[in-house]
């Protein structure tokens, strides 16, 4: 049945603030069935109240994880994939800009780890479950950032913690988007023809969240938003659109842009097959290795 018949399970991730809080909100305006992502219960609770009360009655489950580890990413990917017989479609929003290297408990770089190998890892494990839903989507959530992300260097950059400074923050949070996009083209070609599809987008220049570790952050988001600079409505009204859309059933494999729902071109290497293929490769192999080795450790 498509999912224009009946209500849809929505999983989204970030959905505790920016976008993805619009977005949810958004999705269950429409009579979705919201399956949100949190690390913290408070916040979570807190935007489950905001949701409510501008749409009374709607169903949202929330399920806890931290996205700098991946054991748990991979634990929470299961969960989900156990409670849902279908998954309609599947949300990966949530992210990070550090203005500071922190390496996380697996030693990962943290920008690569939430941005990048978290929503691959619980993709992966939600996979079998969108494939067997029919009209399932997949959608990324990348940036035109990427466009100015230095060199990209694999397998190096997914392990690269060498310090930074918070100017010099913008091209690595620029390669984390990246790697979105780059995985995201992947993953359409893997998928064709199994009815599932996965599309990536570039929601804009936001002010929701705009480089909340900065001190000046929430005095220049209100100016922003005198001036009508940056409405974070647009890029999740796009997130809402490529989700549930008619007008994007059986769209796959695209990359579009918040200004006219246009088709961009990925930024060298993002749309070379052979890099996306790699990266991909690479991608498992670290995570698979990493889990064995967790598996291997004395208890």
Known sequence: MPISERVPTIVITGATSGLGRIAATELAQQGAHL????????RAEETRAE???ASPGSEIDVFLVDFTHTADVRRVGQ??????DQIDVLINNAGVHAFEQRITADGYPEMIAVNYLAPWLITRELLPTLTKTPGSRIVNVG???SRRHGVLSLPGDLTDTAAFTARG???LYGKSKLLDIMFTLELARRIEGSGVTANVL??????????????????LERILTRLHIGDPRRGAGLIVKLATDPCFAGQNGGYYTVKKTERLIPIHPGNDTAWQARLWADTEHLLDEGRAAVDESPR
Do not use: C, K, M, Q
């Open 35 to 42: 399956v949100l992502t949190a690390r913290s219960a408070e």
């Open 51 to 53: 949701i409510l009360a």
């Open 79 to 84: 969960e989900i994939a156990r409670h849902y």
């Open 143 to 145: 940036s035109e950032a």
């Open 169 to 171: 923050s913008s091209l």
């Open 202 to 219: 570039d929601p804009g220049f936001n002010v929701t969240g705009l480089g909340r570790e900065l001190g000046f952050a929430a005095p």
